[in-house]
């Protein structure tokens, strides 16, 4: 009786194993399967409009067809490069305050502040540039829209550059001041060294994340179909620009929507591809 009963509970712990093993595998097959046809839909709709002329040429006139987005790729990397400079440093030092310092009741509110910023809706960040910058300055610009990127760059630069910090072993903190280091020397010289690709990889995470935003630029940098110097004047950027010709009448337009949004993807694609490899070297390393 005993060995009948050990018998029939294998075996419906068998049968369960079995059906959440094929849910999950099910569950996988839809998620990868979805994330490749959204891939393959872009590559045949974007890639056979690509040319030479997209990556070196200004928008064409409204009625004619060609041009290209060259304005538009050097916008969005003029306003990646301004929020990396503002909102990665933040993230950075407030990461390393709350990995090293963090155990007050501060650093309760910094992580609870970052958390509840983390998960404010993209627009509501623009409008929030919109009202700090363009308002008083009464024109949209490069400026306003790369602080939009960088406040939502803020709070995972933050998590993310804890997380790796507190990632690195006690030991190498201990070790180092048993030698005479200071603890802010411990950190510079040991700790922070120790997490640098982890940080780095989540740095061009961020990058990536906030690559295709749109609703901020619509309210800051707003767009621009020539070349934009400086910083003081609108810019155009990929997300926009795919946004407009998206939704414009004009079949040509649609084209280069659908290669811009292949360009943009496969850049984010791309980061995301060399961040996991700086992350796996990382992990073989230790």
Same mark, same amino acid.
């Given at each position: 009786?005993?060995?009948? %009963? ?7 712990? %068998? ?33 056979? /409009?690509?040319?030479? +002329? ?12 060609g041009g290209g987005m060259a304005n538009a790729i050097l916008g969005s990397a003029k306003l990646l490069l301004l929020a990396m400079l503002i909102g990665v440093p933040i993230g950075f030092l407030g990461g390393v305050y709350l990995a090293e310092f963090g155990g007050n009741t501060f650093a309760y509110v910094v992580r609870y502040v970052t958390d509840l910023l983390n998960g404010v809706p993209s627009i509501v960040i623009g409008i929030f540039a919109y009202t700090l910058i363009v308002l008083p300055q009464k024109h949209f610009s490069t400026l306003a829209g790369g602080l939009?990127?960088?406040?939502? =760059? ?18 190498? *903190? ?9 603890? /802010?020397?411990?950190? *510079? ?12 990889? #989540? ?19 707003? #767009?621009?179909?020539?070349? /934009? ?11 926009? =620009? ?9 079949? +040509? ?5 659908? /290669? ?7 850049? &984010?694609?791309? &980061? ?8 796996? *070297? ?5």
């Amino acid at each position: 009786m005993a060995a009948r %009963k050990i018998s029939l509970h294998l075996l419906r712990r %068998k049968a369960v194993n079995l059906v959440m093993l094929s849910l999950t595998g099910l569950c996988t097959f839809i998620a990868a399967g979805t994330l490749l046809y959204i891939l393959g839909y872009l590559f045949v709709h974007g890639a056979r /409009s690509l040319s030479w +002329d997209f990556f070196t040429k200004l928008p064409a006139p409204v009625g004619e067809t060609g041009g290209g987005m060259a304005n538009a790729i050097l916008g969005s990397a003029k306003l990646l490069l301004l929020a990396m400079l503002i909102g990665v440093p933040i993230g950075f030092l407030g990461g390393v305050y709350l990995a090293e310092f963090g155990g007050n009741t501060f650093a309760y509110v910094v992580r609870y502040v970052t958390d509840l910023l983390n998960g404010v809706p993209s627009i509501v960040i623009g409008i929030f540039a919109y009202t700090l910058i363009v308002l008083p300055q009464k024109h949209f610009s490069t400026l306003a829209g790369g602080l939009a990127l960088s406040i939502m =760059m803020i709070p995972i630069a933050i998590r993310s550059s804890e997380e790796f910090l507190r990632a690195v072993p006690l030991a190498l *903190r201990e070790g180092a001041m048993a030698l005479g280091a200071s603890k /802010s020397q411990a950190i *510079r010289t040991v700790v922070i060294p120790a997490a640098k690709n982890g940080i780095i990889t #989540g740095v061009m995470l961020n990058l990536a994340r906030v690559s295709g935003e749109t609703a901020p630029l619509l309210f800051t940098s707003f #767009g621009n179909r020539y070349w /934009s110097p400086g910083w003081e004047q609108p810019t155009a950027a990929l997300p926009v =620009m795919i946004f407009t010709y998206a939704t414009a009448p004009y079949e +040509d337009w649609h084209q280069q929507a659908w /290669s811009a949004g292949f360009v943009l993807l496969t850049l &984010v694609l791309a &980061v995301n591809i060399v961040a996991r490899m700086i992350l796996s *070297r990382q992990a073989v390393i230790r």
